[in-house]
């Protein structure tokens, strides 16, 4: 069964990316360590990064996300989604409106414009194709900004919350739950590892 999982980075006073995030600055200051995680050498870190990117059919991102990963300083052969893994699901991105042009043009991007709700069925039919193609279950990440999961959550979208609390207190930045509308969660899973406390949700 394909899932719509919301995985994201957040510090201990519940930011996902630092102060004054930008074009050349896009975790903000400081924000870099809410990925310590992602590049660690814990086999545990490993582990979990390998099995999120390896199951991921489609992956959900909005605009100013794909602006920085398809920027000059973004993602290249070495360090993509999932971080090291370099994973290549098919990406859907929330837009008003499509980029003239895609420096990433090894990857498979859509770009929908009308509205979040599509832009996640377009990667759910996306990662029920994959899952039918690869004979096992794929899920569709969304994979942030934090305002594209904070509206899926508000929207009821989300199946399962995967929260990767940093050891780190920003003080302030991008919030992640600010103004959120009220949703049960059922604690699933918890990892501690030497740079981060892997948190699982169902979301109900």
Do not use: C
Request: aromatic fraction near 6%; hydrophobic fraction near 45%; charged fraction near 20%.
């Amino acid at each position: 069964m394909t899932r719509i999982i919301a995985d994201i980075s957040v510090s201990l006073d519940g930011f996902v990316t630092g102060p004054a995030p930008g074009p050349d600055n896009g975790l903000g200051t400081g924000g870099e360590a809410l990925h310590t995680w992602a590049f660690s050498e814990d086999p545990v870190d490993r582990r979990l990064l390998g099995e999120a990117t390896a199951r991921s059919g489609a992956v959900v991102l909005g605009r100013r996300l794909f602006d920085l990963v398809d920027g000059p300083n973004g993602w290249d052969d070495t360090t993509g989604y999932g971080a090291n893994e370099v994973g290549k699901p098919a990406f859907v991105v929330v837009t008003s409106a499509p980029p003239q042009s895609v420096r990433l043009t090894d990857l498979d991007w859509t770009f929908v414009t009308t509205g979040l709700g599509d832009a996640v069925a377009a990667a759910r039919e996306r990662a029920e194709s994959a899952s039918s193609a690869s004979g096992k279950d794929l899920d569709v990440v969304l994979m942030g900004g934090g305002a594209t999961i904070a509206s899926a959550l508000d929207a009821g979208l989300v199946d399962q919350l995967s929260l990767h609390l940093a050891p780190v207190v920003l003080g302030s930045g991008t919030a992640l739950f600010t103004g959120a509308v009220p949703r049960t969660l059922v604690q699933r899973s918890v990892t501690a590892t030497s740079t981060a406390t892997h948190l699982v949700y169902d979301v109900l």
